[in-house]
Nanobody
Framework: QVQLVESGGGLVQPGGSLRLSCAAS????????MGWYRQAPGNQRELVAE???????NYANSVKGRFYISRDNDQNAVYLQMNSLIPEDTAVYYC???????????WGQGTQVTVSS
């Protein structure tokens, strides 16, 4: 059974930082592209950042220079370091695993990030 379990969300003031973690099980983690998506109320789910099995990173323009995605294949985990947070970053953040073939795509349950003073 595939499980993606996010943690690290919470309430933070503007300008603050948070680190999200996603622990994966039930997949051969190293071969999956891993990503973080987010969905704010009334908005569609959008890509925040992703990292391929080769370690190539891609970011949404809105988070470039502020967020950093990393992965640890030994720990079957992916992380999202979020700095200089702004209220517009408020959303539920979801971990995603994508094998990029045969529709093997998995999602976590999401973790809430709220940026507010």
């Amino acid at each position: 059974q595939v499980q993606l379990v996010e943690s690290g969300g919470g309430l933070v003031q503007p300008g603050g930082s948070l680190r999200l973690s996603c622990a994966a099980s039930g997949i051969i983690f190293a071969v999956y592209k891993m990503g973080w998506y987010r969905q704010a109320p009334g908005n569609q789910r959008e890509l925040v950042a992703e990292i391929t099995s080769e370690g190539v990173r891609n970011y949404a323009n809105s988070v470039k220079g502020r967020f950093y995605i990393s992965r640890d294949n030994d720990q079957n985990a992916v992380y999202l370091q979020m700095n200089s947070l702004i209220p517009e970053d408020t959303a539920v953040y979801y971990c995603n695993a994508d094998l990029e073939v045969d529709n093997f795509v998995y999602w976590g349950q999401g973790t809430q990030v709220t940026v507010s003073s």
